[in-house]
Every structure is written in C-alpha cells, then in structure tokens.
C-alpha cells in the first residue's frame, strides 16, 4: 500500500513534497472552504486508483476540519460530482 502524507499544500505520495510521486493540492478559501486545484500522478503510480485515495484522503480530511470542497481539478470535480460519498463535502 501507498502512505499518503500530508504536505503544506495538501497530500501526496513520495518522499518529497516537492518532487511527488502523486499529490492532490489545495488552496483555503474562507473559514469553510477548500479548492481543490491540482491532481498528479506518476507515470509510475498511473492506473492503481492513486487518484482516487488522495481524493478519500482529501474528504476525509476537510469532514474532520468542517470544510467544504470546491473542486476546481477536473479530476476531482468528476469525481465528487458521481460519487455518493464525496456528496457531504461537496460545494
């Protein structure tokens, strides 16, 4: 299994934050609300679900802060949009 770590701009895989194997970054905005901007992940990590982990780890995170997630990352945006569990933290 892949630990997911958490950065100053959100989480990612790797030793680094700086030079990730997988990330999914995201900006506060207010006092109720994440947007969420960015997903990468390595040629390496592609088709395990990484994605999809990060953005587990993403909600998981903003239910425990109390935030909402504005997803700007079209990845994550798609995502939350068909996923029934992403729907409580969804903007």
């Known amino acids: ?7 100053q701009k959100g989480f990612y ?19 109720s609300f994440i947007i969420v901007d960015h997903t990468y992940v390595s040629e390496k990590l592609k088709g395990k679900g ?4 990060l953005l587990d780890e993403v909600a998981n ?4 802060e109390n935030k909402k997630i504005i997803p700007l990352c079209p990845f994550v945006k ?12 969804l903007r």
């Open 61 to 64: 995170w903003a239910r425990k």
């Open 13 to 31: 895989i790797g030793d680094s934050e700086d030079k990730p194997l997988a990330e999914m970054t995201f900006v506060l905005t207010g006092k």
């Open 78 to 89: 798609v995502q939350m949009e068909k996923g029934e569990e992403y729907q409580d933290v």
């Open 50 to 53: 990484i994605g999809k982990l």
């Open 1 to 7: 299994m892949f630990e997911i770590k958490e950065g």
